[in-house]
């Protein structure tokens, strides 16, 4: 079994500490592979209360997550859990060079797990209600209040061509899709709304009323209050800077291309999981890809010829 000689040189590097992070750290720590697992800074569901949709986990809050898998890795000599901010990366596979507020790393290889910035709405109302009574996934929320007055925030038209608002049907009859703000429904779409008894408000959003951190109606351009309890919508994502700096491949949606098997991205040795790679975000989605890249990355340092 391999043990640590140089307190500053990994195998792997693992940056970010959520359930993609978490995940890879087990897989790689179970192969005895000398892990640093760096977390620091503001958490991907930082607005939300429990953590959904997770076989066994279903409703822990995700401090309580973190802390039963950090108390789990502790178990694993070879793995370290290090509050550390990653700030830049450099050199190449089996030669990487990582940067932190307390020191500079060297690893073989790296797994990216930083998730993605939710960028907030110029809504008023919009940042209060974001993770209390503003969703993005039915899956993770929808149960909770399944049978409300619920709306669906058309950002543009991708969320109506993949039929987004008849899936929030089977959690309420009471939907309504509004127009964000500068979006017009053309005739097809609103057609399509018609044709699945789903009802529609063509007049734009220009503000959300919330009370503490509940919505209670949303605000149209015509002066119109509609009374709602629960709203859907999916505000543009960014990369952290770090990622960002990289300069990695991204898919059509702007997010991070990962090999489906491998989870390797366009610069060898460098990995990625979890939401930075995909708009079908969820907890147990990025565990299991932090599982797969985890394993993926001890596969290549257990074939590579030094």
């Given at each position: 079994m391999?043990?640590?000689?140089d307190?500053?040189?990994?195998?792997?590097a693992?940056?970010?500490?959520g359930?993609?992070g978490?995940a890879?750290?087990?897989?790689?720590g179970?192969?005895?592979r000398r892990?640093?697992l760096?977390?620091?800074g503001?958490?991907r569901n930082?607005?939300?209360?429990?953590?959904?949709n997770?076989v066994?986990?279903?409703?822990?809050p995700p401090?309580a997550?973190?802390?039963?898998?950090?108390?789990?890795?502790?178990?694993?000599?070879t793995?370290?859990?290090?509050a550390?901010?990653?700030?830049?990366i450099?050199g190449?596979?089996?030669?990487?060079?990582l940067?932190?507020?307390?020191?500079c790393?060297?690893?073989r290889?790296i797994v990216?797990?930083?998730?993605m910035?939710?960028?907030?709405?110029?809504?008023?109302?919009?940042?209060?209600?974001?993770?209390?009574s503003?969703?993005?996934c039915?899956?993770?929320h929808g149960w909770?209040?399944?049978?409300r007055?619920?709306?669906?925030?058309?950002?543009?038209l991708?969320g109506?061509?993949?039929g987004f608002?008849?899936?929030?049907k089977g959690w309420t009859e009471?939907?309504?899709?509004?127009?964000?703000?500068?979006?017009e429904l053309?005739e097809?779409?609103?057609q399509?709304l018609?044709?699945?008894?789903?009802?529609?408000e063509s007049?734009?959003?220009?503000?959300?009323?919330?009370?503490?951190q509940?919505?209670?109606h949303?605000?149209?351009?015509n002066?119109?209050?509609?009374?709602?309890?629960?709203?859907f919508?999916?505000?543009?994502?960014?990369h952290?800077?770090l990622?960002?700096a990289l300069?990695?491949?991204l898919?059509?949606?702007?997010?991070v291309?990962a090999?489906?098997?491998?989870?390797q991205?366009?610069?060898?040795?460098i990995?990625?999981?979890?939401?930075l790679?995909?708009?079908?975000?969820?907890?147990?989605?990025?565990?299991?890809?932090g599982?797969?890249a985890?394993a993926?990355?001890n596969?290549?340092?257990?074939?590579t010829v030094?």
């Open positions: 391999s043990s640590f000689i307190p500053y040189t990994f195998d792997v693992i940056v970010g500490g359930p993609a978490l890879a750290a087990l897989a790689l179970r192969a005895c892990v640093a760096f977390d620091a503001p958490q930082a607005a939300a209360s429990h953590l959904r997770f066994t986990r279903d409703g822990t401090s997550f973190r802390q039963i898998a950090q108390e789990q890795l502790a178990r694993y000599a793995v370290q859990l290090r550390d901010h990653v700030t830049s450099s190449e596979r089996d030669a990487f060079r940067t932190t507020a307390s020191g790393f060297q690893t290889r990216l797990c930083t998730g910035v939710d960028e907030m709405l110029d809504l008023p109302g919009f940042r209060d209600a974001w993770g209390h503003i969703f993005q039915p899956y993770c909770e209040v399944r049978d007055r619920w709306g669906y925030l058309a950002l543009n991708d109506l061509a993949n608002p008849a899936m929030l009471d939907l309504i899709v509004f127009a964000g703000p500068g979006v053309p097809d779409a609103v399509g018609v044709q699945r008894g789903i009802a529609f007049s734009s959003v220009v503000g959300l009323v919330v009370e503490g509940a919505l209670t949303v605000e149209l351009s002066g119109e209050r509609i009374p709602c309890d629960v709203l919508a999916h505000p543009p994502q960014r952290v800077d990622v960002q300069e990695l491949e898919d059509p949606q702007g997010y291309q090999d489906p098997m491998t989870r991205t366009s610069v060898p040795g990995y990625a999981a979890g939401d790679t995909t708009r079908a975000q969820g907890a147990i989605f990025a565990a299991a890809a599982t797969q985890g993926m990355c596969h290549d340092l257990c074939i030094m």
